[in-house]
């Protein structure tokens, strides 16, 4: 029997991109972007903090991209709320199936039925930062 290892070798390529970067990462990859910071501002993004009055710019270092982005308007002013979600578990049991082929040229097909049910189910940590005239004016949470 021929095993292939390339849909293994996707799995991992999909698990290790989905990973969240670290704020040094994030510089690394824009330093341009954290030079033209204050010296405060670059201190919390360092740390992995915003504060009030950062720029969009400046919570992606701190805090990487968010997850989602809502725009609405906040007392007549457009605003924008990023999203970003962390961590949450349960457990999923399932049963499926798949089609194989043998080096011989024989074939094999299965199919199966799944089901899916929480235990001991935590929700995810969610963080929101709002955005209003290009600057932070309020968030909750501790970011990503």
């Given at each position: ?52 009055g950062m720029t969009p710019e400046a919570v992606k270092l701190a805090w990487g991209d ?79």
């Amino acid at each position: 029997m021929k095993i292939t290892f390339i849909p293994i070798l996707l799995l991992f390529g999909l698990l290790v991109a989905s990973c969240s970067t670290t704020p040094q990462e994030r510089i690394d990859a824009n330093l341009p972007a954290f030079q033209k910071l204050a010296p405060r501002e670059q201190y919390l993004v360092l740390a992995g903090q915003i504060s009030l009055g950062m720029t969009p710019e400046a919570v992606k270092l701190a805090w990487g991209d968010p997850d989602s982005i809502s725009r609405g308007n906040l007392d007549g002013i457009p605003s924008e709320r990023w999203i970003y979600q962390k961590g949450g578990s349960g457990f999923s049991f399932g049963v499926g199936g798949g089609v194989g082929h043998y080096h011989n040229g024989s074939s094999m097909i299965g199919t199966g039925i799944g089901t899916t049910f929480p235990i001991s189910t935590i929700p995810p940590n969610t963080s929101y930062v709002l955005f209003s005239k290009g600057k932070v004016t309020a968030w909750e949470g501790s970011g990503h």
